[in-house]
């Protein structure tokens, strides 16, 4: 008996396990599904292994998809130096056989489109978004392993841009490949692409501004799948099992302002005078930042309220989830809460206030302002400047746009669409909460949403909340079971796509 457990027992089990949790490209058939995937298991293999095995001597198979996130990670790509990663990710595309057309804007960003069949062809295109520019490192030698190097370990890819955007952009790549062959053999009527585009953490409008102004035309698109929400696990404390993946139908939209005051007053702060711009600049963004924005809810926000009921649990829970009945509690609940907020009302931060460099004692004649709003979907700029403009109740100060984002009409989701999304992610995790939303970030895809395409926004790859909280900060990282999943669930995507648009278009058969 002792034998049979050493010798067959133990190895087996180590063998299926191995197999489960680092998802070999061999294992299709013990797909995560099968061998019921739980994040957890994602992590350090090694507590579900006997310590007698020597799992450093054991040499692991690494999924194809993991190996060539870590390749694009070592192409580091910080927005603004994005080109190398974009040319990089480009000549893949090209390697594994996917028709590509480039748009390059005349600032040096690089865009290109990779699809399964030539655009020229004109079919309806699918378009999967993605952006190969990653936000900055400030301090590389707090993280566990080193930034731009793509570590393979603890059954995760790590490195920054490992979730945001390149392992979004790997899992569309794997997922395409896996269905293009099939595709042109059938000669399928519809076409799916990944569009990659520069500058997406700065806004810039080298990427999908200028491809949605400049190239709408030429990608024929049917729809597009945009960067959104990622899957999470156990955000409800009171549910650890529970998966919720949302899908952004509205953003919210960002309105960059420059406030400026002017004027010459006594310079020495010995005696400080009445009025200087200074102390009057504080003065009025404080009424701005005192006075409270109204609270809107709409169809996609009041469906967070349920979410965010189910994170709250007990009787501010209720409140929450029961809006219509309790409005004044619930609306105290969602004011004393700046997430919360941030899905009902605009938000207005200010983010800097700046002078020239001059000395401690002296009073500057001129003061900036920087304030970062974001609008919630339908609020006109202009309407929104005055009502700042009255708050600030100061003629002097006077108030630049430095940037904004576009004023996207939510999309209206086609029934078949959204269920199609909805089922991928039920074909691999059958019990998660799907749930449609609105985004308060501001991101690519409102480009393509302004020209009246349809856009849903969301990542099918499921992360702890822990995990999360590494995007945009350090050990950003991914679990190559999630990564695997999520290749899968945009596989079935695409699958339910073409079969609708086959039946769509084919006459029936007698
Ligand atoms: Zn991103």
Redesign the pocket.
Known sequence: MFYLRYTIVWPLFGLILFFCVLHTEMSAQFSSKNCGSNLDHSNDPRPFFPSYINLDAIKFVIPASAELLRDYIRHPSVSGSEVEAVDYFQALCTKKGLYIFEMNAPDGSRNFIASIFPLSDGKPNYIFLN?ADVVDVPSPEDWKYPPYEGVIAEGQVWGRGAY??KGAAIVQLMAILQMAEKARSENWNVNFSLLCLSG??VFSSGGARFVADQYIEVLNAAAFFG?GPAGVQGVVPRKPEEKIFSVALAHKRALWLRLKLTYESSGHGSTPPLHYPNKDMVAAVNRVLKSREKLQFNELNTTILHLLGDMEGGIKGFFLKNIHLMTPVARSIIRKNPLYLSFFANTISLTRIQNEGLSHNSIPNEVVALLDCRLLPGIKTEDFINKIKKQLNNKNITIEVVLETPDALPTRPDVFLYTSIENSIHSVYSDAVVAPMMLQAT?DSNFFREKGFPVYCFVPILLTPQILRTVHAKNERVPIVALENAIQITTKLIESIAERSELITKPPED
């Open positions: 952006h945001d955007n997406e953490e960067e991101i």
